[in-house]
Nanobody, 121 residues
């Protein structure tokens, strides 16, 4: 069994900061890309940032320069540091991991349960 568990969401004023954290645990062989997505009410889920096992990163244009993604490969943890938050960053944030469970040779994408981030103006 593999699970992703997120933490760190909450309510913050515009201009403030939050740090999200996600840990993948269970019977894991390898973890490839880890990422953060978000979904605002009435909108589609969108990719916010991703990071490969070698440390290559991707950021959506809307968060470049404000958000920073990092990971600890030994602990299967991915963090998202969010600075200069704006009301339009309000959404449910989901962690994802493309990983290979033990005793399989297939990469699956796993998702966390989501954590609410609300930015007040």
């Amino acid at each position: 069994q593999v699970q992703l568990v997120e933490s760190g969401g909450g309510l913050v004023q515009a201009g403030g900061s939050l740090r999200l954290s996600c840990v993948a645990f269970g019977s894991i062989f390898t973890v490839n890309v880890m990422a953060w997505y978000r979904q605002a009410p009435g909108k589609q889920r969108e990719l916010v940032a991703s990071i490969t096992s070698s440390g290559s990163t991707y950021y959506a244009e809307s968060v470049k320069g404000r958000f920073s993604i990092s990971r600890d490969n030994a602990k299967n943890i991915v963090d998202l540091q969010m600075n200069s938050l704006k009301p339009e960053d309000t959404a449910v944030y989901y962690c994802s991991a493309d990983l290979t469970p033990e005793r399989t040779f297939v990469v699956h994408r796993y998702w966390g349960q989501g954590t609410q981030v609300t930015v007040s103006s």
